[in-house]
C-alpha cells in the first residue's frame, strides 16, 4: 500500500521511533484531507530523551560543556561560533555547519526537493487515480494515471514547496509573524483542500481547481462538514498513534503502522468519493 510505503521511506521518523533513547509525546493533527495520509501525517515521532547527567547520589558527568570537560568542542563537530544547518527531508537529516559546507549544498537541496516533488506527484496519481478508478468499478492504469494526472500534481505541489521556501525564511526573520501564519495557512488549506483531489474526480484544469475547490469552500454545506469530520477522525487517530510511536520500538512502529495505513486509505478514498458526489451535485445544480 502506498501510505504504508510512503512510512517506511520517512528514515528519519522511523530511527527516530525505533532509537532506544526516544522521549513521550502526544500531539495533536488537525488534518484536512490529503492525497497522501499516512503515519507520519498522524504522529510525530518524539525527540530523543536528553542525556542523563547524574542522579541524585552521581556526581555530575563531564562532558563537552562542563567544566573540567576539555576544550568545550569536538573535533567533527561545528567550529566555535559557526551557524548549524540542518537539513529535514523525508529520506533522512542532513546537517552541518554553513562554513563547511557553503553554498555547494544549496543545489543539491534544490534539485533533492524537485525530485522529491516529482516522485511525490507520480505517487498520487497512481494511488489517487487507482481509488478513483476502483470506486468507478475499473481497472487501474498506472501509467495511464501518470500521464493524465502527475503533472498537474507535480506543479501543485511544486507550489506548496515554493510556498513554505518563502514563507520559512519571512518567519525566521519575525516568529511574531507566526501567529498570524497560523491561522492564515489553516484558512488556506480548508479553502483549498480539494484541489489535488478535483485534478482526478473531476479533471479539472489547474488554476479551475483551485477557483472550484474556493467555490465549494465558500458555500460551505457539506464541503465545510465533510472536512471538520476529517480533522476531528485525524485528532482522535493522531492521539492514538502518538501514543504508540511514543512506546516505540518495532511493536510500537509495527502497530503504528498496522492502525495508520488502512486508515488513511479509508480517509483518501473517503475524500475521492465524497468529492466525486460533490462534484455531480454541483454539475447537475449548474445545468438546472
Known amino acids: 500500500m502506498v501510505p504504508l510505503l510512503t512510512a517506511l521511506l520517512n528514515v528519519s521518523s522511523v530511527g527516530r521511533t525505533l ?3 526516544r522521549g513521550f509525546s ?23 530523551a536528553p542525556a542523563s547527567t547524574g542522579g541524585v547520589y552521581g556526581s555530575p558527568a563531564t562532558g563537552p560543556t562542563s567544566p573540567t570537560g576539555g576544550s568545550g568542542f569536538s573535533g567533527g563537530g561545528p567550529t566555535p561560533g ?22 555547494a549544498i544549496v543545489p543539491l537541496i534544490i ?21 478513483d478508478r476502483r470506486l468507478e468499478h475499473e481497472r487501474i492504469e498506472p ?28 518567519l525566521l526573520v519575525a516568529p511574531p509573524l507566526l501567529l498570524l501564519a497560523f491561522p492564515v495557512l489553516i484558512l488556506v488549506a480548508y479553502l483549498f483542500y480539494a484541489v489535488p483531489f478535483l485534478f482526478i474526480v473531476d479533471d479539472a484544469r489547474f488554476l479551475e481547481a483551485f477557483r472550484q475547490s474556493h467555490r465549494m469552500a465558500i458555500d460551505g454545506g457539506a464541503y ?20 504508540l510511536v511514543s512506546i516505540g520500538g518495532p511493536v510500537g512502529l509495527l502497530v503504528a503502522l498496522g492502525f495508520a495505513t488502512p486508515l488513511g486509505l479509508v480517509l483518501t478514498a ?14 447537475q445544480r449548474w445545468t438546472m
Open 19 to 21: 532509537a532506544p533513547n
Open 26 to 48: 502526544i500531539n495533536l493533527e488537525f488534518a484536512f484531507p490529503s492525497p497522501l495520509l499516512d503515519l507520519w501525517s498522524l504522529a510525530t515521532p518524539p525527540e530523543p
Open 82 to 103: 559557526g551557524t548549524d544547518l540542518t537539513v529535514d527531508t523525508p529520506f533522512g537529516i542532513v546537517a552541518g555547519s554553513l562554513e563547511s559546507v557553503g553554498l
Open 111 to 131: 534539485i533533492g526537493a524537485i525530485v522529491y516533488v516529482v516522485f511525490l506527484g507520480v505517487l498520487e496519481a497512481i494511488y489517487v487515480g487507482g481509488l
Open 143 to 170: 501509467v495511464a494515471c501518470v500521464l493524465r494526472y502527475a503533472p498537474r500534481l507535480v506543479l501543485y505541489n511544486l507550489l506548496i514547496v515554493g510556498g513554505f521556501a518563502v514563507l520559512v525564511p519571512v
Open 224 to 243: 465545510f462538514w465533510f472536512a471538520v469530520w476529517h480533522a476531528v477522525t485525524a485528532v482522535v487517530a493522531s492521539i492514538i498513534l502518538s501514543i
Open 270 to 283: 473517503a475524500t475521492v468519493s465524497f468529492l466525486r458526489e460533490l462534484v455531480e451535485l454541483e454539475g
